[in-house]
Antibody
Framework: QITLKESGPTLVKPTQTLTLTCTFS??????????VGWIRQPPGKALEWLAV???????HYRPSMRSRVAITKDTSRNHVVLTVSNMDPVDTGTYYC??????????WGQGAVVSVSS | SYVLTQPPSVSVAPGQTARVTCGGD??????VHWYQQKSGQAPVLVIN???DRPSGIPARFSGSNSGNTATLTISRVEAGDEADYYC???????????FGGGTKLTVL
């Protein structure tokens, strides 16, 4: 059974760096073709893909966020970490991590709600 | 970058057929995945590889993809199908995942 769960702060101040952890089970991030992605959703708005890290350490980012976002994996702890620097109120929303293959994002975490406010 | 266009809303009566479209430049040459997101919940993959149904998804859900339009079709719509639906592709030119803007399905 594949599960993912996001954890991190619910409130950050403007200009601070957000660090979110995705803890997963039921699959290995060493398996060929497997990745873990981060997707966010501002309140009342559409899904936005942010980043993905693959089994081979390759990582890709949303072009508009490339300068602010980093994604890393720790396969020994089954963790994937997302950092977003220089947070702004427009970054408020629900942040999801999800299991990724060429077949799509088949398994999602429950989401972590993050608010940006002073 | 690659853009996917969905209608903001679709309305259908119970028992009827709902069609949600996803437009993109030569989208027929890409694999399209569809997600259902009910209020307050995480998205669920309902169609992958244009027309395949993951395990547990009812046969009422089907998909097609040709030319510049992909379509999610929900037959015999039920009240429980009311949700936001998103299409998604992998843009190999930039190694990006791209989502459409989402379509709110209302069951009248």
């Amino acid at each position: 059974q594949i599960t993912l769960k996001e954890s991190g702060p619910t409130l950050v101040k403007p200009t601070q760096t957000l660090t979110l952890t995705c803890t997963f089970s039921g699959f290995s991030l060493k398996s060929t073709g497997v990745g873990v992605g981060w997707i966010r959703q501002p309140p009342g708005k559409a899904l936005e893909w942010l980043a993905v890290v693959y089994w081979d350490d390759d990582a890709h980012y949303r072009p508009s966020m490339r300068s602010r976002v980093a994604i890393t994996k720790d396969t020994s702890r089954n963790h994937v970490v997302l950092t977003v620097s220089n947070m702004d109120p427009v970054d408020t929303g629900t942040y999801y991590c999800a299991h990724f293959t060429v077949g799509g994002l088949a398994y999602w975490g429950q989401g972590a709600v993050v608010s940006v406010s002073s | 970058s690659y853009v996917l266009t969905q209608p903001p809303s679709v309305s259908v009566a119970p028992g009827q057929t709902a069609r949600v479209t996803c437009g993109g430049d030569n989208i027929g040459g890409k694999s399209v995945h569809w997600y259902q997101q009910k209020s307050g919940q995480a998205p669920v993959l309902v169609i992958n590889f244009d027309a395949d149904r993951p395990s547990g998804i009812p046969a009422r859900f089907s998909g097609s993809n040709s030319g510049n339009t992909a379509t999610l079709t929900i037959s015999r719509v039920e009240a429980g199908d009311e949700a936001d639906y998103y299409c998604q592709v992998y843009d190999s030119s930039g190694d990006h995942l791209v989502f459409g803007g989402g379509t709110k399905l209302t069951v009248l």
